[in-house]
């Protein structure tokens, strides 16, 4: 019974134009807002992701080592004759470390950084994104299918070569959340 309702959850999830809210996991990561809208600017998402560091990444940060959260879009074109065709992809990277001469965290995106004095400052900033266009005004008519694949994560390729041997099978440093979500007509 368990297995069936499973394949139905995920046969759900994998529909475009479903958007789904993710259960809180074993990583310990929640999408818990995702939409998508068309403008005149573009296609602009918004998310809202809820999560916490464990104590492992804690840890790691105060000893110096710096991690890096990516936040990767796909705008995608659905088609019945053909796979769905990429229309846009959008990321932002994150670089997040810990000053401890200064006693500040500091956040690095597009080569710009900002100080903050509390980690739940930055963590703060990372959980949210509003309006980030993530592709140019969407071609064709409005009768076309649109959707988003969305993916957030920590990722553990930026760490030091040692350090990923070493992390094989720790649940505490895989933090991802993905979901799709359509992109609705314009009002």
């Given at each position: 019974m368990?297995?069936?309702t499973a394949a139905a959850l995920a046969a759900i999830l994998a529909q475009p134009g479903r958007q789904a809210l993710a259960a809180p996991g074993r990583s310990g990561i929640e999408l818990a807002r995702l939409s998508a809208q068309r403008s005149d600017e573009g296609v602009l998402l918004s998310y809202e992701v809820r999560f916490d560091l464990s104590r492992d990444i804690e840890q790691a940060l105060y000893k110096g080592l710096s991690v890096v959260f990516v936040a990767e879009a796909e705008?995608?074109?659905s088609r019945?004759?053909?796979t769905d065709q990429v229309?846009?992809?959008?990321?932002r990277?994150?670089?997040l470390?810990?000053?401890p001469l200064t006693r500040?965290?500091?956040l690095s995106f597009d080569g710009l950084s900002r100080h903050y004095s509390r980690l739940s400052e930055v963590l703060e900033v990372l959980r949210h994104g509003i309006q980030w266009r993530i592709a140019d005004a969407l071609p064709g008519s409005d009768s076309e299918d649109y959707y988003v694949d969305f993916v957030f994560k920590l990722d553990t390729s930026e760490l030091p070569r040692p350090m990923q041997f070493g992390l094989g099978g720790q649940s505490d440093w895989d933090l991802?959340?993905?979901r799709r979500t359509s992109v609705p007509l314009p009002r």
């Open positions: 368990q297995r069936s705008v995608h074109k019945w004759y053909w229309v846009a992809t959008a990321t990277r994150w670089r470390a810990y000053q500040q965290w500091r991802i959340v993905q």
